[in-house]
């Protein structure tokens, strides 16, 4: 299929293609609480506008839900179903294609393209969901091998249960934030000497800072207490999907975790891309995960469904010096669980889900050195030092740094589908008194 | 001081005594929307009601906030802060003081009564809060050390780290449930033979099922991204406990938590008593805590404050065959950290709270077997039995069982500030197909 074409110009190269129409959460200088809106290109169509001057009037399935588009947040848009989503997606794009049945609403509507069309650059982005639950998964194989070495060698470097389920933690729904938001370094306690027989701990700014690449995933269908989501019906029951970046501080990870898991060292900040790519836009992308040499449970088997999606990832490093560095290179597909499976095991025992419910896939790392989606990995535990531009070094990130994430789907100009990006800058700690 | 006394007949036994004044969300047949309401005696005092009929029309400083008590949750009166919560209950207490300064507003005034006192038996009880995220601690020192002894042994039983910080991990909001919420047996995978080289975990409903008895404190101050809370400044932060019930499936638990920790054997219902007890109402069984042989970091540091409470705590178990046997009793006091010194540590990283966030205690266990506060620890791992009523024993629960805890605080009849109960009865697993 050749790339569908707006009669809006759109850069070739832009994550926001036609093909995408990513919903996001947006407030301007004119229009200063927050509201829906989609991107195109380097625009958004506020669709609170759109809503308010009758772009919807041709979709009546639409009309007696057009107050989701003038909510804060996308949970009440999302709980309008899949089904729904997929007309509204639709119509969007019919309404910005040339050639398109709907001229007359925007194309041909300069009033309301004045009104609706902003440029991305006046927008401020808020988060896109109210996020009520946030579960992180630990399904990014080569990721849990590499850190499963480093704590315990490569014998013992998956625990016996990892192929079998998608392990997961509860994390905290409270610290997620809007790319963009800057990434305070957390106190907290660490051992400076870990080996030594006395654990005396300090209280101290975290001095191994680290990033993880992951997928993020909102639920947009509820569920009760006690009532199992199947992993074929999981699906239905998932928006879209944001780039996350699930920052972690490696050393007090370390001296915390022991026996409940994470808990400070990643309630700092969690940091996820502003625009929502609906699962119906991920669909022509879609492929297989990470093979598993361990046939899973009925409950998880997919049956050879293909629920991944091929997105080019990439992270890069900003120094205060202004040296910028691709420090990770990987793809969405080195996951070996998918987001059905996570949510049908997430939910296989009872647990109850809300509409705005996020989860997180796990760091995404594939088999070569920059390929390692967090600095963890790439150091040997912060043994050697990854090179950057300007013969800069890292370990660990220091104040001042700025990690972006980028993801795309799909190679052809024009027909892009991307989450644009998740950036966070990392500020110096607090200095505490007492 | 003697105990007050009401002019409304209270049974010197209830927990409900005029030194309580516990605030919850009730519904009544007439009344069907979920709202604000306290406890007396044996009667609800329907906050909304009394507010629509001017009861509070005495005390100015509510005049403004008066909306909170038609709110579904207590969260909108929780933010109004600890010095409006005071103001609140004691003016309660002082309309429904005999020979009290506010004859007028109920006690002569037979048609409020009419419409606001309610028999608690009529009204259903809702979730207070809406729990925005929910994390559980560790702090109950005896149940650490015993759960550390059955799975590592006496040398090993508790981690380093534990007498430095208030170990914990983020819960599910979503599957926190009011007291009196049937609670269904978990599915989930399992290990038939653990000790097996080659571990094949099945689908299978829980055969380990378990309480944990705990307490569960609300956060009534938001903090920010980055924005520490003192030990000192905590208790302000605090609107008040309620009993909790971590049930936890064992076996789910034993296969799924290494490396990151307990999930879905805790995710499938948390329950909570129905009656918020505020932090005023506990203030005069303040008391200290267990002591800590370690010299806690500064930031942890209470100088001495007793910030624990004495809570007598008892937990019965009935069976569907209909025998009640006490299966636990301890005290609020058998922890090693303070919700305060919980609330320092959970945002010394700069994590932020919302108004209407929980933090349980942990498993609260004395030394003695009938002491210990969940099944886990009272059967060996499951190695002997506890003997009920009736000739019955129990390992773990089994369907039909119904698990009640109970608290309350001064022994003194008429002046008994208590939590009611939490309880949960255990429904069979769903069958699952595939």
Redesign the interface.
């Known amino acids: 299929m050749p790339p569908l074409k707006s009669w809006l110009s759109i850069d070739p190269q832009s994550h926001f293609s036609i093909h995408n129409i990513p919903f996001g959460i947006i407030s301007t200088a004119q229009h200063s609480s927050p509201h829906p809106a989609i991107a195109i290109g380097d625009h958004a169509l506020d669709l609170q506008v759109f809503t308010e001057q009758n772009g919807f009037a041709a979709l009546s399935i639409i009309q007696p839900h057009q107050h989701v588009f003038g909510e804060k947040t996308l949970n009440a848009f999302a709980a309008l179903g899949r089904p729904i989503h997929r007309v509204v997606r639709e119509y969007l794009q019919s309404v910005l294609l040339e050639n398109g049945p709907f001229p007359d609403v925007l194309q041909n509507n300069t009033q309301l393209q004045q009104h609706a069309l902003i440029p991305l650059h006046s927008c401020k982005m808020h988060l896109p969901m109210q996020i ?2 946030y ?1 992180d998964f ?1 399904a990014g194989l080569n990721h849990a091998y590499n850190v499963g070495v480093l704590f315990r060698g490569p014998q013992n470097a998956l ?3 990892y192929k ?2 998608p ?9 997620v ?1 809007v790319s963009g ?1 800057p990434i ?1 370094r ?4 660490i051992l400076l000497n870990p080996s030594a027989e006395k ?1 005396e ?3 101290s700014a ?1 001095k191994r800072l680290d990033i993880e690449l992951e997928l993020g995933c909102f639920v947009c269908k509820p569920s009760s ?2 009532q ?1 989501i ?1 992993v074929k019906d999981a699906p239905e029951h998932l928006f879209g999907l944001v780039l996350l970046n699930d920052w972690s ?1 490696r050393d ?1 990870q370390a ?11 990643k ?3 969690t940091s996820i891309s502003a625009w929502v790519v609906l699962m119906d836009a991920l669909e022509p992308f879609a492929t297989t995960g990470m093979a598993n040499d361990t046939q899973v ?3 998880l ?1 997919e049956k050879g469904r293909k629920s991944h999606f091929a997105i080019d990832l990439e992270v890069t490093l900003t120094t205060s010096q202004g040296n910028t560095s691709n420090i990770g290179k990987t793809t969405g597909k080195n996951l070996l669980f998918s987001f059905p499976q996570m949510l049908a ?2 939910s ?7 509409v705005g ?1 996020m989860m997180g896939s796990g760091t995404i790392s594939g088999e070569s050195k920059r390929e390692k989606g967090c600095l963890l990995e790439q150091t040997d535990g912060g043994k050697t030092e990854v090179a950057l531009q300007g013969g800069e070094t890292r370990k660990f990130l220091e104040d001042g740094d700025t990690v972006r994430i980028t993801g795309v789907c799909g190679g052809e100009a024009g027909a892009l589908v991307g989450f644009g990006e998740c950036v966070g800058r990392i ?1 110096p700690a ?1 200095v ?1 008194k ?1």
Chains 1, 2 share one sequence.
């Open positions: 009520t639950d579960t630990y625990q016996p249960n079998h389920l392990v997961g933690y509860h994390g905290r729904a409270s610290s934030v938001t305070i957390p106190n907290g306690q654990k701990p300090i209280l975290c207490l006690g199992p199947s501080a007090i001296w915390e975790y022991v026996p409940l898991g994470p808990f400070n060292s309630n700092f900040g449970l009925p409950y088997d095991h997430h296989v025992g009872g647990c109850p889900f809300n419910d500020e607090p505490l007492f």
